[in-house]
């Protein structure tokens, strides 16, 4: 038997682990940002009640919503539910920043990863919460960089 293509090399992943990783975003983005249920539902076009079950992974989102939260929170609304599946949000307006400022976000990122592996050679998780910021920062120079090269390869057509 050949393996099935919609699932490419990720095993199925449960639709309740996606709602889960869902409602863990919103969760967060809840209490990051002090918002309600409300403020939730307002972003998605939901009710706060709808938003509510969004939040503990007692419903299914349509589409429209996920794409509204997608538009407002970005990656830190689609990351991890997108993660499950072997993908990221990365916004196409990641053209902020400059090379220059690149490279000194990836040599905070390197230095910090340097010390991480010192004494045991493994990153664990209290160093990559550590790193965090700098990870992020680094993630969205390059996607910032493969956006440049995207768009170059797309004028060049």
Not at 32 to 56: F, I, M, P
Not at 86 to 112: C, F, H, I, V, Y
């Amino acid at each position: 038997m050949t393996r099935p293509h919609i699932h490419g090399r990720f095993r199925t992943v449960p639709a309740s682990k996606m709602l889960n990783a869902l409602g863990e975003s919103l969760e967060a983005i809840k209490r990051e940002d002090g918002a309600t249920d409300a403020d939730l539902g307002a972003v998605l076009g939901k009710s706060d009640d709808a938003a509510a079950r969004y939040r503990t992974g007692l419903a299914e989102m349509p589409v429209v919503s996920f794409l509204r939260g997608c538009r407002e929170w970005d990656g830190r609304f689609a990351n991890g539910v997108l993660a499950l599946v072997g993908m990221k949000l990365s916004p196409l307006d990641a053209n902020e920043g400059s090379d220059r400022q690149a490279l000194t976000t990836l040599a905070a990122l390197l230095a910090k990863k340097a010390a991480a592996l010192q004494n045991d050679g493994i990153i664990d998780d209290k160093e990559l919460d550590d790193m965090w910021p700098e990870l992020e920062e680094a993630a969205r120079d390059i996607d910032r960089l493969r956006h440049r090269r995207s768009m170059r390869l797309v004028s060049n057509n």
